[in-house]
């Protein structure tokens, strides 16, 4: 196996610095892992997360738009930014000399210089990003079933805000977001690969020295799944595209380990429950089933794409296979396939150092320590029967929301 | 280090082994040369839906048995038909790999392709079809090749509604027995394992294989044209394609570099010009492309109505401007940028069988990336714009999909 050692250290300011170091690999990684996102924006500002992320990569108070572009490229870095509702991602790979420079950028970075002209432009390009989904009926289909399962909750918002949200938008509005979330407190800076650690903190040290001490608190209203049933109909699609929402596990739970494998034997491309009931029979193009979790609650999605005319056919038979899984629970052989391929896939996830610090910077963000990837196999190999008839006792499938959307009937 | 060997058995199957003592996992990619551009005018689809319907039962197993025990296995998989190939890709734990490909063959040499599993691998299909017309892009970008290319490189892997519906399960068994054969065909094989080893496994498995070929397609393009689909959505989507340079040309990486230069990095031309400095777009990029014996490039973006022409006319402009050349500065930043993608390439067991796989299919050999790298650093100034002075990036095929055409 692939010798990691793992280090952390609070730096004076609070920011957290964390590595997984392996000194096999051939290139480091390095991130910011900002703990926050559309489910932290208050009225007013949907959408200034994903907005400020954009704005993040068009220059600091020594380096330009053209500065940033240019010296990531210059490093022959592979980098990014994403955004979602609870975290807002900064990371690049470069191959090791390059480390000094890359850190010293994206540090640089954290800290933005907000400019009037650059965010008239950028507000044009987000608008584009907005546009784009709306021509992607899955994509519409997701953001239409969070709003309505999730309610008044935070985590309803699209992560992207709305046309007329970005549109309404003002510089101030981020510049005061940034304030209130770019704090050490409410950050991490992880490194994954080939590093020396005290020379990486020291670095890192001295590029955030001048940042200001700050917590950033998240607000966690309690929640209450709505089920219920919503059938609309979508002018760009001629397809059927359909999802249940069911309640699942936190990022902070254990139990999300087994509702990822009960989400495999459900759902599993090539050998899932719903596979053999819906694709196989060639009733469906896809039925797909995924965990996703949250910092303070999980949700179960369900996804089906489709020939129309099937869409009742469709939805009972998945009505019909929850019913069973929850009644009759999984068998020995089923669970041992689904844990001995999720543990698998862990060691592809290991492969490169970008997937490593995307894993260790996510999960630290959520559970504030550090778990090696072959710990989590090892327990993934070592689930019985038992744990995945205890979540099925919750009955996760009594409270779901299924959506559809569906074509225009014509005429 | 990486060592990569190579070989060719005798019924024709070449072998690529890249062993990578690091890592504990293992990738391989089996690549038969059966793809869209070998369908016959009549049959489009038919090397898709046989894809499909390889996977439901080969060997002692059906279906259910089989998936179960690939499953058994811990092997993440995937597979699919593309223009000129279908591929096989699996990834799993070295021990595995002994069971993993006695599977595999079965897959390929001695699948049950049963009747029963037909009308519903016919319904699949034709949701597949269907599903294209929801995809904007890929809906553009599929019908630019198809313009592009008169040769059957432009046939669409998904087939057509009318195809499809023809198809019967003794038609689709001859095109297997036709086609899936050993000649032409690769299998690459990347991660911690023994290559000895794994040689002798591979061997033992598909050593006896033997079947169908299939007959090189020659390349032939239409005149570069304009066209536009009508259809309502929220942005205009552009396509262009240009013929660019074939893979194994002296020129290839040097094209390669003026695609980075193009659409690399951040601060790459396109980039920059259509994004950065006039927030025209969110996404617009070029991608190299080819196929055996042809190379191309595809430049891609997506722009409300009101600003199609404008972000189509600043396309073409950066894209013509290559005839300038590029500057040092620029070619730095692309060589950098290829090594480091090379390097961080090489991290992984299911990137490395991939292009191994696809290398030896596209060259007739699979390189190193040590080789690669070398290329690449061969490109110098002089010789990207010397290139450039004789490779001019104009007249494309331009298509766009939305509600109104862009001029």
Known sequence: ?411 | MAVLITKTLDNGLRIAIESQPWNPGLSFTILVPVGAVNDPARLQGAANMLETWLWKGAGPRDARVFADALDALGIRRQSGASIEYTTFSASLLPEGFDAALELYADLLTRPHLPEDAFEPIRLLALQELAAVEDQPARKLMQRLRREAFVSPHGQPVEGEKQSILSMSPDVLRKEYQRRYGPRGAVIAIAGGIDPVRVLQIVEKHLGKWSGGSNKEVPVETSKPHKFHLRQKTEQVQIGLFYEDVPPGDYDFYAARLVAAILSGGMSSRLFTEVREKRGLVYSVGATPGSVRGFGYLTVYAATMPQRANETLQVMQQVIYDLKDGVSRAELDRAKVGLRAELVMAGESSRARSATLARDFYILGRARSLEDIEAEVMDVTLERINMYLKKHLYVNPWIGTLGPAEAD
């Open chain 1, 1 to 411: 196996m692939t010798r990691t050692e793992f280090f952390e250290h609070t730096l004076p300011n609070g920011l957290k610095v964390i590595a997984e170091v392996n000194p096999g690999a051939k290139s480091v990684a390095v991130g910011y892992f900002v703990r926050t996102g559309s489910r932290d924006e208050i009225a007013g500002e949907e959408g200034v997360s994903h907005f400020l992320e954009h704005m993040v990569f068009k220059g600091t108070k020594k380096r330009s738009a053209w500065d940033v572009n240019r010296e990531f490229d210059e490093m022959g870095a592979k980098y990014n930014a994403f955004t979602s509702e609870e975290m807002t991602v900064y990371y690049g790979a470069v191959l090791p000399e390059f480390l000094p420079r890359l850190l010293d950028l994206l540090s640089d970075m954290m800290r933005p210089a907000l400019r009037e002209e650059d965010f008239d432009s950028e507000k044009q390009v987000i608008l584009e990003e907005i546009a784009l989904y709306q021509d992607r009926p899955d994509a519409v289909l997701f953001e239409k079933a969070q709003r309505r399962y999730f309610g008044s909750h935070p985590l309803a918002k699209p992560v992207l805000g709305t046309t007329k949200s970005v549109s309404a938008m003002r510089v101030e509005q981020l510049r005061d977001y940034h304030h209130r979330r770019y704090v050490p407190g409410n950050m991490i800076l992880a490194f994954s690969g080939n590093l020396m650690w005290d020379e990486a903190l020291m670095l890192a040290e001295g590029m955030t020295a001048e940042w200001s001490q700050g917590e950033a608190p998240r607000n966690y209203p309690p929640f209450k799944p709505k089920p219920g049933f919503e059938r609309q109909s979508f002018e760009k699609a001629t397809q059927l595209y359909a999802t249940f929402v069911a309640p699942g596990y936190s990022a902070r739970r254990e139990e999300r380990y087994v509702a990822k494998v009960l989400a495999e034997i459900l759902g599993d491309a090539d050998n899932g429950r719903l596979f053999w009931r819906l694709v196989d029979s060639g009733l469906a193009e896809s039925a797909l089933v995924f965990h996703q979790e949250y910092d303070d609650l999980g949700t179960f999605y369900i996804y089906l794409q489709g020939n129309p005319a099937n869409e009742k056919a469709m939805s009972e038979a998945v009505i019909e296979e929850l019913r069973k899984l929850q009644a009759k629970g999984v068998s020995d052989g089923e669970l041992a396939r689904a844990k001995l391929k999720a543990a698998t896939s862990l060691v592809f996830a290991g492969e490169t150092t970008i997937s490593r610090l995307f894993y260790v910077g996510m999960n630290y963000s959520y559970t504030k320590r550090y778990e090696p990837l072959d710990a989590v196999r090892r327990w993934l190999l070592h689930l019985e029967t038992y744990h995945v008839e205890e979540l099925l006792e919750e009955k996760p499938f009594d409270e779901m929301l299924e959506y559809h959307l569906v074509p225009v009937v014509e005429g």
